[in-house]
């Protein structure tokens, strides 16, 4: 179904920028798309070694445009003032964070 979906460009961009500053990389993310893969489903979300992790929906626009609907990160220990990128994520609905 999302075979040929792609991840809105603002946020793609938001999540590359929430990362670089976070000094992290999304995993996995092949050909530079992040909503592929187990990222669409979520069934490797709560998996550990899945860290961050996000989930997509990819039935918007016909089944041609994914939006980051969850985000995890686990023990980042960051301190600071949260990135102003999580706007663009208009259709996040989870942020979970492990401690």
């Known amino acids: 179904m999302a075979q040929n979906a792609a991840t809105d460009p603002s946020e793609a961009t938001a999540l ?6 976070w000094d992290m990389q999304a995993l996995p993310i ?4 992040q909503c592929i893969g187990f990222a669409i489903n979520g069934s490797e979300f709560e998996k550990p070694e899945n860290n961050p992790a996000i989930t997509c929906d ?4 016909k089944n041609t445009t994914c ?11 960051k301190r600071g003032v949260f ?9 996040l609905a989870l942020l979970y964070e492990e401690t």
């Open 16 to 21: 590359i920028s929430i990362f670089k500053q």
């Open 58 to 61: 990819c039935t918007y626009d």
């Open 67 to 77: 939006h980051i609907t969850k985000l995890r990160v686990h023990a980042l220990n």
């Open 83 to 91: 990135p102003k990128e999580f706007e663009a994520l208009r259709y």
């Open 30 to 33: 092949n050909g530079g798309e």
